[in-house]
């Protein structure tokens, strides 16, 4: 079950609290001061008021995955996904009117980043995997399935996102346990569409669709 599944409505995107710690636009030098000083107080915990209705109290995300889990990410991952959402370069719609915001400028996105960074990852019950029939179809029975699984993960993913799919130590290879199968699949075919850039010599959207089911089935195996 999602952690968090009931329907919310997503704030206004003004960040009105960021607005007002980072005012700036202050007459006198010593309100300019002043906003200096609130500017520096300005926590991740803070920012994060802007994330919690999509990515759920500790960034456990939700609604099937709909929204991603973020929780204990790496740093560097988190802080590069947030900039390529402010520069459009990977395009979400329900995150692009938060990160055009002026004020989420790199010391921003770097405080949240962080934050979120320093949650633990949530216990999901993703395990075991569903496929759907169109994906069981292609192969010759749910053994096949989970052989090609397991063999598409080895050949092609093991390499970069590591045997266990837990990332890489640096944050340059993101963890792909504990993270919804919806939202996995939606990436595979974000990048295979070009809607978001592969690293040049990835091939994480080189999967056709029964084998991307496959192979997600098989990383919810990993991550079990
Ligand atoms: C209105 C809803 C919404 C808000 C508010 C929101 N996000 Fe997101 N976020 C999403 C969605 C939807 C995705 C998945 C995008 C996709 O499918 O590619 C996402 C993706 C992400 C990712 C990428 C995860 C990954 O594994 O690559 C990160 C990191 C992230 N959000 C962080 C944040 C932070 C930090 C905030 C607050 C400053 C925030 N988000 C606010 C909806 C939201
Ligand atoms: C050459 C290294 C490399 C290989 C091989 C590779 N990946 Fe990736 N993958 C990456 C990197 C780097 C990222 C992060 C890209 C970014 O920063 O936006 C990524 C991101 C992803 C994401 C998005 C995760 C998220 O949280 O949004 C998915 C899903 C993914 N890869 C699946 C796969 C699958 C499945 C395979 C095998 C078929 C694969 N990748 C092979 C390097 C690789």
Not at 26 to 50: C, H, K, N
Not at 155 to 160: E, L, R, S, V
Not at 187 to 196: L, M, W
């Amino acid at each position: 079950m999602p952690a968090r599944h009931r329907r919310r409505r997503p704030r206004p995107m003004l960040p009105a609290l960021l607005l007002c710690a980072l005012a700036t636009s202050a007459p006198s030098p010593a309100a300019e001061d002043a906003a200096d000083d609130a500017a520096a107080e300005v926590t991740g915990e803070q920012i994060y008021a802007y994330c919690v209705d999509c990515h759920g109290k500790r960034g456990e995300g939700g609604d099937g995955g709909t929204y991603p889990r973020i929780a204990g990410l790496p740093q560097p991952y988190i802080d590069r996904q947030l900039h390529a959402f402010k520069s459009q370069a990977r395009r979400t719609k329900p995150m692009v009117p938060i990160f055009q915001h002026h004020r989420f400028d790199a010391e921003i996105i770097d405080l949240v980043a962080g934050h979120v960074a320093g949650f633990s990852p949530p216990r999901l019950s993703l395990w075991p995997y569903e496929p759907s029939a169109a994906a069981l179809e292609a192969f010759a029975d749910k053994a096949a399935f989970e052989a090609a699984g397991a063999e598409l993960y080895a050949d092609a993913c093991a390499g970069c996102h590591g045997a266990d799919a837990s990332g890489d130590d640096a944050g340059k290879v993101p963890p792909l346990i504990v993270q919804y199968p919806a939202y996995l699949k939606k990436q595979i075919g974000d990048f295979a569409r070009g809607e978001r850039k592969m690293p040049a010599d990835a091939r994480c959207g080189e999967v056709p669709p029964a084998q991307a089911e496959a192979v997600i089935s098989h990383i919810v195996e990993l991550g079990k």
